[in-house]
Nanobody
């Protein structure tokens, strides 16, 4: 069994900062890419940022320069630091990770989602 548990998020006024974190636990052999997605009401889920096991990162154009993804491989954790938040960043944020279990099988896993609300 593998689980992704998210924490953080909440409510903030525009211009403020929040962070969300995600920790993987269970029968884990190794972890590949760890990503953050978000889904606003009535919209499709979109990729916000991604980081590889080798710490390469990618950020969507809409968040570039404001959000930063980072990971701690020793703790199986990925963090999304969000600065200069805008009302359009309001969404449920989901962690996604590609994980190899103890049987050597790679699968994708999702966290439960955490709400981020930015008021104007």
């Amino acid at each position: 069994q593998v689980q992704l548990v998210e924490s953080g998020g909440g409510s903030v006024q525009a211009g403020g900062s929040l962070s969300v974190s995600c920790t993987a636990s269970g029968s884990i052999s190794s972890i590949g890419a760890m990503d953050w997605y978000r889904q606003a009401p009535g919209k499709q889920r979109e990729l916000v940022a991604s980081t590889t096991e080798g710490f390469s990162t990618m950020h969507a154009d809409s968040v570039k320069g404001r959000f930063t993804i980072s990971r701690d491989n020793a703790k199986n954790t990925v963090v999304l630091q969000m600065n200069s938040l805008k009302p359009e960043d309001t969404a449920v944020y989901y962690c996604n990770a590609r994980i190899r279990n103890l049987r050597g099988i790679w699968s994708y896993y999702w966290g439960q989602g955490t709400q981020v609300t930015v008021s104007s």
